[in-house]
């Protein structure tokens, strides 16, 4: 990996990891990968959460549900 390339996501949840005190929850994990994937804004800070119309939604669902049933 170059000095420009980014960390793998596995590099990123390792360095994530070693951050995290020893007696982190499976919680505080999942909270601490929650914040690592959320997206980002240029200057790094946390971008607002993206909400969908409620007839996107009902289209999502309509697809996963289909999608589970063909399974």
Known sequence: MSDTAKPSDKDQVRALLDRL?????FADIQRAIAVLVWPKRDDGSLAPPQ???PDEVKRRLREWLKSERDK
């Open 51 to 53: 909400r969908l119309e």
């Open 21 to 25: 005190p020893d007696d982190a929850t």
